[in-house]
């Protein structure tokens, strides 16, 4: 039988992210997350600065109100969009994400992201854009449950896939990674070719092959050894002192190779061993001899292992489900498949592997090559190595030394346990542990190079990889503190409970500042501004909104800093959050979609206690709301204030109305802010509140809550006595640098916390009247920074026309300079003076003292805007330049600086301000920039600014179409002699500073140019600013430059550098990010020479893979059923309980119905019996049996809803005539259950899967249609029973599983209804009509419904005592629907009911109103829906049927427009069973053409999981070797099936054809590969297949009439062919002629034709060849032959005499002759006779010997080649089994009909027998 997969893979993934999510660029990650702490605070100084520049300073304000605790007036435009909504956490989420590889690599196409099926897309089965050759045959893999591609032949070169077809051609695939899903054939070799273009068009040919030796390379050739061992390495071994020689890694693929992901870096393959840069892949050849699945690129790297949803929130990049290998539930991946990744991520080779006794069959061992360093490493499962790609077969105590190669090799993943190994290399080490919880602070975990920063006390999933000295510290950063405060806006700014911290967003962080001893701690998520907070009264949750639509809102434990609940506002910008004071009840503002004002109340109560937010009510309003409180001494009350409006709110009912406050003359104020105020008496009750609401116009009224007026109305106005020097005494007061935008009031009354738009906080003390400043920050983005190292300070420029001086100790403002006339662009400071120099848009360069604070020299040598400034570390030069592309040099030997030179048209005009614009070289001598034109870069003394270099950086790509740019430039330590230049092609290319030649290059660094780049000065870390991202790279390798990504930036970073010491990095971007550096020092750092670099194969080292820390954050996954929970599975998708959509994908446990189409009742077939019928017959015992079934072959596609499939259980059954079949999916293991005396019609399967029920039709044995109900644990038949005198239609069991529900057919028309307990009947109805279909109401157990022609029957149970009775309420179908019966029912949300129509039709009903609402055109055959229909023309569709809900409260109103199509396949036949999961991305379908498919949505893919004959199969032939059988059927197809699994591997299918009999050529005829199958066919054609190259050879017509029989000659020369006429036709199957005609049997049909060796030398004839043909007339003649010498001459005619015409009742058996394979002179016949017998004829003494009697006449014959084994099928449905050496005899049954068709394998170990269209293979137990 075929099988495809039925997994969801998948995966992804992926490439699966259900459905299989599209991606249409890269994503960093859900969130940033960056946990800070921030040291102490000082309040900063304001000194003043004369001239051009003002310092800030304090500066009136007119007598506007800030607020109450309330807001004021400062008002802020919103800011920017930030990182883009990329699916959340809900916990904790990065705050590094590793790069991924297409973010490092520009997507020229895009259609090959994120991944490319190779095969599909270039459409290999069409081979019209790829070639094949030799022996190439679709076939199915039994593993993967689906068609794979088998190239096998003893010449690999002779027999392969070709892509592209032609040489001329070529992919023009860019993915950086190639997948190759294969695996090798056992015992065989196997070769893949790669032509790989570089980037200068130079193709490269890159082998793999286990025939290799040994690693070779050419200019144009890298050749790889990839070996597959069974040998296990033992303690001792020595050669070459690793434990392997080279002549001990070549061999065959082993006898249990597996499927394997090969997963090649083709960027790093040609990086590494020939120092090239990887353009595309050109073309592709798979070579024998192997299985290949298919080939898919991609620029991510995925992790094939993990393609579940369960790791959706892992960083690292699971395999998309349609890449994915199918895993058993409760199974490893890598117990099953190898994942091979070449080159590894290791840059040093482990020197020992330490194996596990539980490790898998395969391990790897690394092949020979040049040996780096070895590094050791304590290592568990997955092991990854560096060096050639060799899997061997280790022993559970193996363990040896590898050989060493050049990185990088392949890399094999092989389990996913947890390792008990020690770390026991220190520090730097780590175990490779796949999965593993750390508890930390602080903590960064690592997986594939993703990290995720977590809070204390987090427990988040880790993977970590093995690390050595000289790799990255992972990671390599932490963040250490923020300087900045708002973002969206400064309004938000709280206080806490206990008074102790103040809360507030920085962007789209939120900071927790601990006021007496200013530690930060971090709250981390969002991906945009925030722009509203809330804390309730007790400090344990937060609630925080980002400021994108439509909102994404977090709950958060205050305590623990978890994200307890991530959920979608209704409002699509939230302004405004407040809590009640338990925390149960959060109410929020807003605008809706269409920007009228909304307030939502949710449910907050349950999410501590793991349940999810829940929304109360919503409430649309016209009145403008600018703050909204919910009262402290009643949760159900809010009030809200905003222009002219003051109104009291309260909460019942669900529902959300306010009213308002009579303001009186007030009513025109624009009020900002309101609180509460309780009563003096302590009095918690509503009348004892007051309201206090506060106006930008200064107004505070006092507004009385119970009787909504105002009691009071104040006004606070400038409080100077007129004449008088001095104010008025005044409570507090406190002068701030902007316009107030927020006041909140301590709990303790003692603080006031203030805000301003300005963006500082800070709080003033009422006790002390003193103001302490918090956070100072820039109101615009910064553009650049600089670091002076004596004093630990930091200078930042930013668009808000600001230089500020920060203290990075503290991260306090020291000083603030601005200007409203002129911008500052470019900021440093000088190396050794307390002084900064900064360059502004009027191209003015002034130096600043931070001493004096003064400007004591300025310079105006430019005309443009300053782009760049910079100064030589001795501090002796200064530089600068700007827009108008001059360049000027400046003295700085002394505080009077100026000017030496300056020069024009030297840099690029109009180039934007970079902090890397200028650079200058480590020791001074040498200045780079960008110019004259972008395209060039200038190397210049920076003495003399004599031009030493210059590079045309527009010419350094030749394969780019587009003339590439210098964007920012960047010096390397002068040991090393680098200048880095990163291009607008989103590179950086690393030059040599001297002669200009190209050293090495990071590739797709990031989309968008990076402005700002920097070197650590000892080489280790190359930083980069890419859009929101910071990228760090360790520069010490050089393969495969995959970076560190930090993201925490909400806007794109401008400026990057590590601080003068090494120890810290500092970003600026829309805040400015302190992080520390976690490397430690290396004292004794040393750099490789540059020329080393640039040759190939050699350098400073083997280059580092980073592609696992390359790799991006999980991407959207493809759901699939997990393996520790899994959905519960219905036959059509159905939403649970209160669910509004059909595609609902949670588990609702609500009981599954299995109601699908049918396009026709059920018809048990035809069975031929006689009067003397088969009783007693059974299957034997297998321990006693001569048989016992193995397998089975078909599905039975005559009944109806006859397949059942529990994922979450595994359960798999079908019916196949009689039996009950259930199999395991991923191993194909069959358990048979057998017992019903005719074909079952239906199955159903229980609620709680523990019961499976079972119906057949009627027989000749039994009056009443059998009922058996089976133990699905035990597999045994507990119940039998029997009510309906007809054929079963259909059963269902209530939701409860209390009560089974029997339906009868359109003869009985019998509905009866069972107690599950006993199963005795309850209840039996006859029914007035017809009926088709039948289910239990899923969310009523007493409701059931039955459909039928013309109306729907609803049908309560009412149980009165031990009686149940129905009520029946019948509703008939609309005319509107049309013509037609109802063949099917499922229900879905509540009330509603979907029906199909044989017209179909989809019809939905009102359960409730008993109404028909809508319908629509489903398909032209009758379909049964739920999601799904399926036709009787074989279409299956998926539907959206989401909006049914809601269109059912229009009635009859209700148009079908709402519904539509998503999905449509077409399968072979009519849809007469299916089963899918709840959220209908996968399930099983079966129909009329015996076939079950596995249906993957999400894929739009069908795939074949169980498959047979349609109709009657005529012949079984078996292979050479018993390797495979092939069979052929009346449907014109011939199979070849792989013996051992009966899984389909070949199909000849020649249409409108009947194929009418078979022949395997004799192993003797020739080399294995030319073996051949002759059939004949109805029209009397003869046709000739190549079964190695699974093509038709010949066809000859040698028969005018059809054939009946066909056979070859011993030596297979010969093809011997009999016709329906009784002529018999001798041909040669080359040639196709035919030379010789028999016509003795004229007349009759030749029944059977055998062909044997001539053994028996007393004949009296010559020839080699001894054969027979046998008759419908019952004659035999036998012939000896010899067709090489043209001779065939008659050895005997036998005539059996007729039978009498009324035994037979005018069907005549046929009539079968064989030669006895133990004794050569002996020949056995049966066929219609006066007695039924087998007949013993021996040729040598020309007479009957025995006879062995029959019950019956035998319809089919069969000689065991092993033993004294008759086998005989009969018309009975009976098989008998005849010893002939003692006499006895045994009865088997098991099929439905006739047997027509038995045989013994070659080897007499297996039994086939055939009834009809169903096959059963039985093993014979050795006798």
């Not at 290998?325 to 994942?339: A, C, L, M, N, T």
Request: hydrophobic residues 40%; neutral net charge.
């Amino acid at each position: 039988m075929a099988r495809g997969s039925a997994r969801r893979a998948g995966v992804p993934g992926s490439g699966i992210q259900g459905r299989r999510p599209e991606r249409s660029g890269p994503r960093l990650g859900p969130e940033a997350r960056a946990p800070a702490q921030a040291g102490s605070r000082l309040p900063g100084s304001h000194p003043r600065a004369s001239g051009a520049w003002l310092p800030s300073g304090a500066r009136a304000r007119p007598a506007s109100l800030a607020g109450v605790g309330v807001a004021g007036e400062g008002v802020e435009s919103p800011g920017s969009c930030l990182l883009p909504e990329a699916r959340p956490s809900p916990a904790v989420a990065p705050a590094r994400v590793a790069e991924s590889p297409d973010a490092r690599r520009p997507l020229p196409t895009a259609w090959q992201h994120p991944f490319l099926n190779v095969f599909r897309h270039f459409r290999v089965d069409e081979w019209k854009r790829s070639a094949k050759q030799g022996d190439v045959a679709v076939v199915t893999d039994k593993t993967l449950k689906g068609a794979v591609y088998r190239i096998r032949g003893s010449v690999s070169a002779a027999n392969y896939i070709q892509l592209p077809g032609s040489s001329t051609q070529s992919l023009g695939l860019t993915g950086r990674y190639l997948y190759v899903l294969f695996r090798p054939l056992p015992g065989k070799h196997f070769v893949i070719h790669l032509d790989v273009s570089t980037k200068d068009n130079q193709v490269i040919r890159v082998s793999f092959s286990n025939l290799f030796k040994e690693f070779k390379s050419t200019a144009t050739w890298l050749q790889f050894p990839l070996v597959l061992e069974t040998r296990t390495p033992q303690r001792g071994d020595t050669k070459m002192g690793c434990g392997w020689s080279r002549t001990d890694l070549v061999g065959l693929a082993p006898s249990r190779a597996r499927w394997t992901c090969l997963q090649l870096d083709l960027q790093d393959i040609l990086l590494v061993y020939l120092n090239r840069c990887y353009g595309h892949l050109k073309s592709i050849r798979l070579c024998a001899s192997l299985l290949v699945r298919n080939l898919y690129t991609s620029d991510l790297c995925f992790e094939p292992a993990i393609s579940g949803a369960q790791w959706a929130k892992l960083p690292v990049t699971p395999m998309p489900r349609e890449m994915a290998f199918p895993v058993p539930k409760g199974e490893s991946w890598h117990d099953r498949y190898i994942h091979v990744r070449f080159p590894s991520d290791s840059l040093k080779v482990p020197s020992k592997l330490i194996e596990k006794s539980c490790s898998p069959p395969e391990a790897v061992l690394l092949g020979p090559g040049p040996q780096p360093l070895p590094c050791p490493v304590a290592s568990s499962k997955p092991v990854r190595f560096s060096v050639s790609p060799v899997v061997q077969t280790p022993s559970p105590t193996a363990s040896g030394r590898a050989p060493l190669a050049p990185r990088p090799f392949l890399e094999v993943s092989l389990s996913q346990e947890r390792s008990d190994a020690s770390n026991v290399d220190g520090p730097g080490f780590h175990s490779l542990e796949p999965w593993a919880h750390v508890e930390a602070s602080d903590v960064h975990t690592a997986a594939a190079g993703t990290h995720v920063l977590t809070h204390e006390s987090a427990e988040v999933p880790v993977v970590r990889t093995g690390s050595c000295e000289g790799f990255l510290p992972d990671p390599v950063l932490r963040l250490k503190g923020v300087i900045g405060f708002g973002g969206h806006s400064t309004r938000q700014a709280l206080w806490t409970p206990d008074g102790a911290a103040v809360v507030y967003p920085c962007h789209a962080v939120i900071v927790v500042l601990l006021v007496d001893t200013g530690e930060q701690r971090f709250f981390l998520g969002h991906t945009d501004k925030v722009s509203a907070l809330a804390l309730d009264g007790s400090s344990s949750l937060l609630a925080s909104a980002q400021a994108r639509a439509p909102s994404v809102m977090r709950l958060w434990d205050f305590q623990t800093g978890q994200c307890l609940c991530l959920f979608r506002s209704p409002v699509h910008v939230v302004c405004s959050l407040s809590f009640s004071d338990s925390g149960a009840l959060l109410c929020g503002v807003g605008k809706d979609h269409h920007g009228r004002t909304m307030v939502v109340a949710w449910g907050t109560g349950q999410v501590g206690l793991g349940g999810e937010v829940v929304v109360l009510a919503k409430a649309h309003t016209d009145f403008d709301v600018q703050a909204f409180r919910v009262t402290f001494f009643d949760e159900t009350r809010m009030a809200s204030c905003g222009q002219g409006s003051v109104r009291l709110w309260r909460l019942r009912g669900g529902a959300l109305r306010s009213c308002p406050v009579d303001l009186g003359e007030h009513h025109t104020l624009q009020f900002t802010d309101l609180a509460f105020k309780q009563a003096q008496d302590g009095r918690l009750e509503p009348l004892a509140a007051m309201l206090f609401v506060c106006s930008r116009s200064g107004h505070i009224l006092e507004i009385d809550c119970q009787r909504m007026v105002v009691r009071h109305a104040r006004r606070l106005l400038p409080t100077r006595t007129p004449g008088g020097r001095h104010p008025q005494k005044q409570t507090f007061s406190s002068e701030h640098e902007g316009p107030v935008s927020s006041v909140c009031v301590s709990p303790d009354g003692l603080r006031v916390l203030s805000a301003t738009s300005s963006g500082h906080l800070g709080f003033l003390d009422t006790l002390s009247r003193v103001y302490h400043m918090l956070a100072r920050s820039h109101t615009a983005p910064v553009l650049a920074l600089a670091m002076e190292q004596r004093r630990g300070q930091l200078a930042t420029v930013s668009q808000d026309r600001t230089v500020r001086i920060w203290d990075l100790a503290t991260l306090q403002q020291l000083y603030d300079f601005t200007s409203s006339e002129e911008a500052p662009c470019a900021v440093t400071f000088h190396p050794t003076r307390p002084t900064f120099f900064c360059g502004f848009s009027s191209g003015a360069v002034r130096s600043f003292s931070l001493e004096a604070a003064e400007v004591p020299v300025e310079h105006t040598c430019h005309r443009g805007a300053i782009t760049g400034l910079t100064a030589t570390p001795d501090g002796r030069l200064l530089f600068s330049s700007c827009s108008e592309g001059s360049l000027a040099q400046y003295s700085c030997a002394d505080p009077h600086w100026h000017v030496l030179r300056v020069a024009a048209d030297m840099v690029c005009p109009d180039a934007p301000a970079s902090p890397s614009a200028l650079a200058v070289s480590r020791d001074g001598h040498l200045l780079a920039f960008v110019g004259p034109s972008r395209c060039t870069v200038t190397v210049t003394d920076s003495a003399s600014l004599d031009e030493l270099l210059r590079v045309d950086i527009g010419t350094l790509d030749l394969a780019s179409s587009r003339l590439d740019s210098a964007m920012a430039v960047c010096f390397g330590p002068a040991a090393l002699g680098h200048l880095l230049v990163s291009t607008s092609s989103n590179r950086v290319v690393v030059l040599d500073a001297v002669s200009g030649r190209i050293i090495r290059e990071l590739p797709g660094v990031h989309p968008e140019p990076c402005p700002s780049l920097t070197l650590s000065e000892d080489a280790r870390f190359l930083l980069i600013a890419a859009g929101r991202t910071i990228k760090v790279w360790d520069y010490t390798t050089q393969a495969s430059p995959g970076p560190q990504v930090y993201i925490g930036h909400s806007e794109p970073v401008q400026a990057v550098a590590f601080s003068p010491d090494q120890q810290q990095v500092l970003s600026a971007g829309d805040a400015v990010f302190l992080w520390d550096v976690l490397a430690t020092t290396e004292s004794n750092q040393s750099f490789p020479v540059a020329p080393q670099a640039c040759e190939a194969g050699s350098g400073i080292g083997p280059l580092e893979d980073a592609s696992s820390r390359a790799s991006e954050l999980p991407q959207q996954q493809v759901p699939k059923p997990s393996q520790a929970s899994l959905p519960r599975l219905g036959i059509c998708a159905r939403p649970p309980e209160g669910g509004d959509g059909v595609r609902d994908t949670r588990n609702s446990g609500a009981p599954r119905t299995t109601c699908l189409a049918s396009y026709k009742a059920f018809t048990p077939a035809r069975v031929s019996c006689s009067p003397h019928s088969a009783k007693g017959t059974c299957l034997p015992p297998a321990s006693g049996g001569w048989l016992r079934l193995k397998a089975v072959v078909g599905y039975s596609g005559n009944g109806r809803a006859n397949m059942v499939w529990r994922p979450d259980t595994g359960f798999f059954a079908y019916t196949c005539g009689r039996l009950v079949v259930v199999e395991d999916l991923h191993s194909g293991a069959q358990q048979h259950w057998s017992g019903h005396s005719a074909e079952v019609s239906t199955l159903a399967l229980s609620h709680s899967a523990q019961v499976l029920a079972s119906a057949s039709g009627c027989s000749s044995t039994t009056a009443h249609c059998q009922i058996r109900i089976w133990d699905v644990s035990g597999g045994l038949c507990q119940h039998l029973i029997s009510h309906h005198s007809t054929t079963v239609l259909a059963l269902a069991f209530s939701p409860d599983d209390r009560l089974l529900v029997t339906l009868g057919d359109h003869d009985g028309r019998t509905l009866a209804l069972w107690g599950t307990t006993t199963y005795d009947l309850v209840s039996s109805t006859r029914l007035p009509e017809p009926v088709h279909g039948v289910a239990f109401n899923p969310w009523d157990a007493g409701e059931l419904t039955c459909v039928g022609q013309g109306t729907v029957t609803f049908r309560l149970l009412q149980q009165r005592g031990a009686d149940i009775s129905l009520q029946v309420r019948r509703e008939p179908v609309p005319e509107a629907v049309g013509a037609g019966e109802l063949t099917s029912l499922c229900y879905g949300a509540p009330p509603l009911l979907y029906c199909g129509t044989s017209s179909g039709q989809v019809c939905v009903w009102d359960t409730r109103a008993g109404r028909c609402f809508l319908s629509w055109e489903a398909d032209d055959g009758g379909i049964g829906s739920r999601l799904v229909s399926g036709s009787s023309v074989g279409q299956l569709r998926l539907w959206a049927v989401g909006a049914v809900s809601e269109l059912r409260c229009k009635g009859s109103g209700a148009r079908s427009s709402s519904v539509f199509m998503e999905h449509e396949l077409v399968l072979d036949g009519a849809v007469v069973s299916a089963s899918f999961d709840d959220s209908v991305d996968m399930g099983v379908v079966g129909t009329t053409a015996g076939t079950l498919w596995f249906v993957s949505w999400a894929e739009g893919t069908s795939t074949r999981l169980i498959s047979g004959h349609r109709s009657k199969v005529n012949e079984v032939v078996f292979g050479p070797g018993e390797a495979h059988c092939a069979t052929c059927s009346e449907d014109g197809s011939v199979r070849v099936w792989a013996l051992a699994s009966m899984e389909l591997v070949i199909q000849f299918q020649v249409l409108n054809q009947s194929c009418l009999c078979l022949a395997w050529s004799p192993p003797c005829c020739g080399r294995p590969e030319q073996q051949r199958l002759a059939a004949g066919y109805g029209d009397g054609s003869l046709r000739i297949f190549s079964v190695s190259r699974t093509a038709m050879e010949l066809k000859m017509h040698p028969h005018p009439v059809a054939l009946t029989a066909v056979a070859f000659s011993t030596d297979g020369q010969t093809v011997l062919s009999g016709d329906k006429d009784g002529l018999v036709a001798v041909s040669h199957p080359r040639t196709g002629t035919t030379f010789r005609v028999l016509s003795d049997h004229q007349g009759a049909p030749i029944s059977t034709i055998c062909v044997t060796c001539k053994e028996c030398e007393d004949l009296g004839v010559e020839g080699t060849d001894l054969w027979l043909a046998a008759s419908g007339d019952q004659r035999v003649s036998v012939w000896a032959s010899d067709w090489l010498r043209n001779r065939c001459d008659l050895v005997d005619w036998l005539s059996f005499p007729m039978p009498a015409t009324t035994e037979t009742q005018g069907h005549l058996p046929p009539s079968l002759a064989a030669f006895c394979p133990w004794d050569g002179a002996l020949l056995m016949y049966v066929g219609p006779g006066v007695y039924k017998e087998v007949i013993i004829y021996n040729l040598c003494q020309k007479q009957v010997v025995e006879k062995i009697p029959l019950p019956f006449f035998a319809m089919s014959l069969s000689l065991s080649p092993g033993s004294y084994l008759l086998a005989v099928g009969f018309a009975e449905c009976m098989l008998r089994l005849v010893d002939c050496a003692t006499g006895t005899a045994q009865d088997f049954a098991g099929h439905d009909n006739a047997v027509h068709l038995c045989r013994f394998t070659p080897s007499a170990r297996l039994l086939f027998t055939a009834a009809r269209n169903e096959i059963l293979v039985w093993e014979v137990p050795g006798r």
